[in-house]
Every structure is written in structure tokens, then in C-alpha cells.
């Protein structure tokens, strides 16, 4: 139990400290008006979802309510986005991650997709580009 322990302990110091490129751990105090420093969210930096700006109202209307909501096509398409399938769901904007914080969040985001797969251009392609944007140049 006690090597257990230790493990788990070590996981959330490396969590807390920013190791963990995929995750950034954000405290309380960040979004809230709690000032814990160890209570907080794990957001998980390649989690990513596209939604459209039109349910930014909704959601600031406290629309989305699984036991109000009766339009199954509706529930569906919230539950696209969002976990939404049972009497206990609903959407709301609670809080906002403020500054500094956001910036940390946005720079462990962008540090996240550093390198995605994406091949370099070869020589012939960037040449194709730049006739294609210059012209025929010689």
C-alpha cells in the first residue's frame, strides 16, 4: 500500500509541477474565489471539441437543462458537444479562468500540439509555393 502510495504521490507532484504535457492543472484560485492553491481542475489539453458560437447564449441563458429540455433532437445535439443524456445533466458557464492563469493554460495548449505529425515541406513544394504566390520569377 505504501509503494502505491508513493506512486500516486509522485504522479500528482508531476501533475502539479507541469510535467505532464498533455494536462495542465489549474487551482481553485485561478477560476474562483477560492483561494486554495491544491483544490483545482485537470484540464486535459488535447481534449479538444469545436462547437458552434451559437450555444455560447444558451448556455449563459442556463438553457441547457436535461429536465426541461424535451426535444430529444435537441438533447442529441447538446449531447454532441457536451455530457448530456440524463435527468442530473446541464450546461453552464460557471466560472472564468482568469489571468494569469488562461495564459498558462493557452501556452501548455499551444506547447501540446508543438509537434503533431506534420511533415516539413519538401524543397519542391516551397518552390511551387513561391511560383505560385510570386510568379515565374528568374
Avoid: H
Avoid at 487551482?27 to 488535447?46: F, I, W
Avoid at 442529441?76 to 482568469?98: K, L, R, T
Wanted: proline share 3%; with cysteine; net charge negative.
Amino acid at each position: 500500500m505504501l509503494k502505491n502510495k508513493k506512486i500516486v504521490e509522485n504522479k500528482l507532484k508531476a501533475l502539479y509541477n507541469s510535467s505532464f504535457p498533455k494536462f495542465a492543472f489549474v487551482p481553485e484560485k485561478a477560476y474562483s474565489d477560492g483561494k486554495s492553491s491544491v483544490k483545482g481542475l485537470v484540464v486535459d489539453l488535447q481534449d479538444v471539441i469545436q462547437f458552434d458560437i451559437k450555444v455560447k447564449d444558451p448556455i449563459l441563458a442556463y438553457e441547457y437543462d436535461y429536465k426541461v429540455e424535451k426535444s430529444k433532437e435537441k438533447r442529441e445535439y447538446i449531447n454532441n458537444y457536451f455530457f448530456f443524456d440524463s435527468d442530473s445533466d446541464f450546461v453552464i458557464a460557471e466560472n472564468v479562468i482568469v489571468s494569469p492563469w488562461i495564459e498558462y493554460v493557452l501556452q501548455m495548449f499551444a506547447n501540446s500540439f508543438m509537434r503533431i505529425g506534420v511533415d516539413n515541406a519538401l524543397e519542391y513544394e516551397i518552390e511551387d509555393f513561391c511560383t505560385e504566390i510570386l510568379g515565374d520569377i528568374k
